[in-house]
């Protein structure tokens, strides 16, 4: 080998990188007979969600319950308004605050609500409407109208007392909370608020509805024994009634359920035709003078 390619040779040697070097040497040691070098180990797969380089979080207990679901149960909010508070970092639990949906926690974990998200709660709005006959109370059906289309503010209660300033947004994230038939008239609640909601319409709620019922019929001694326990619809027994004669052709009502178009179906089991119902109170809040077709908001101080 002459001078000028030994020299050539060790350049080569000096510009090969790293990989290429090893490549050649477990090439060379094949040759002689050696065994070749073990390939490195692959990199493990990062789970959804973690970062490159940091560890996968260790998965929640999957018998423990969502964090909007335990919130809701806890009776802080409703599980719509924890996922937004959630999303916003207004939650935290055990002092760590989370902002990933669906995150499961102990059912004994601490929970804290920041004060962004009470702030926001008060500002929800929830509304009294004296419901007229021939509006349904959700979405439009037989070509009925919906109650809601009444809740504008030409139709807001010339004396509602509550010092709340009309604001074009309470009317855009309202529900009804419960029904009232379309023969039906007296009042209806809407609201934002998810805490009401559950309280008026969760299968284990309790809060008092009263209504004044008009009929026509005898009704007997053991027919109201009836109507106040003992009935049942759809093989379902119902729970007891507050029943008494208001005059001599309207009755009053206190259920603490509400089963589709019940009092009426109730009235028929014993005989009488309902020919009028309005609904006075639910809860504690009154029907009071609020005219038919006309709206109010429900004060701070009055509590379902």
């Known amino acids: 080998m002459t001078r000028t390619t030994l020299k050539l040779s060790r350049t080569i040697e000096r510009s090969e ?30 789970a959804p969600g973690a970062r490159i380089g940091e560890a996968p979080a260790p998965p929640g207990d999957a018998g423990a319950p969502r964090l909007s679901k335990l919130m809701g149960e806890r009776g802080l909010c409703s599980r719509r308004e924890a996922e937004e508070w ?6 935290k639990v055990d002092g760590v605050a989370l902002t990933e949906l669906g995150v ?38 037989d070509g009925h ?3 809601s289309v009444l809740l504008r503010p030409e139709h807001r209660w010339a004396e509602d007392p509550a010092p709340i300033k009309f604001k074009p947004g309470h009317l855009r994230g309202l529900a009804p909370a419960g029904r009232l038939d379309i023969d039906s008239t007296g009042l ?61 052709d309207q009755l009053r009502f206190v259920l603490r359920e509400g089963r589709k178009r019940q009092i009426r179906r109730m009235c028929e089991q014993v005989g009488l035709k309902v020919t009028g119902l309005k609904r006075v109170r639910t809860g504690g809040v009154p029907l009071g003078r609020l005219p038919v077709g006309q709206w109010r908001y429900l004060r701070r101080d009055e509590k379902f």
């Not at 790293?18 to 040759?31: C, E, I, L, M, V």
């Not at 959630?86 to 939650?91: L, M, Q």
């Not at 102990?106 to 021939?134: C, F, M, S, W, Y």
């Not at 309280?199 to 027919?223: M, N, P, W």
Request: no cysteine; aromatic share 4%; net charge positive.
């Open 17 to 46: 990188t790293p990989r290429t070097s090893r490549a050649r040497r477990a090439s060379r040691d094949q040759r002689r007979g050696a065994p070749a070098p073990a390939p490195a180990p692959a990199a493990q797969a990062a």
């Open 86 to 91: 959630i999303v916003n970092g207004w939650v």
């Open 104 to 141: 499961r926690v102990p059912r004994d974990a601490r929970i804290e609500v920041d004060a962004a998200a009470r702030e926001h709660q008060r500002e929800l709005v929830t509304i009294i409407l004296n419901k007229p006959i021939g509006y349904v109370s959700g979405q439009a059906e």
């Open 145 to 147: 109208e919906p109650a």
């Open 188 to 248: 209806l609640v809407f609201t934002e608020d998810g805490r009401v909601a559950k309280q008026l319409i969760a299968g284990d709620s309790d809060v008092e509805k009263e209504y004044l019922v008009r009929v026509e019929g005898t009704l007997s001694e053991d027919g109201l024994r009836r109507l106040r326990h003992g009935l049942e619809l759809d093989g379902v027994k119902l729970k007891p009634a507050k029943v008494s004669w208001q005059n001599e």
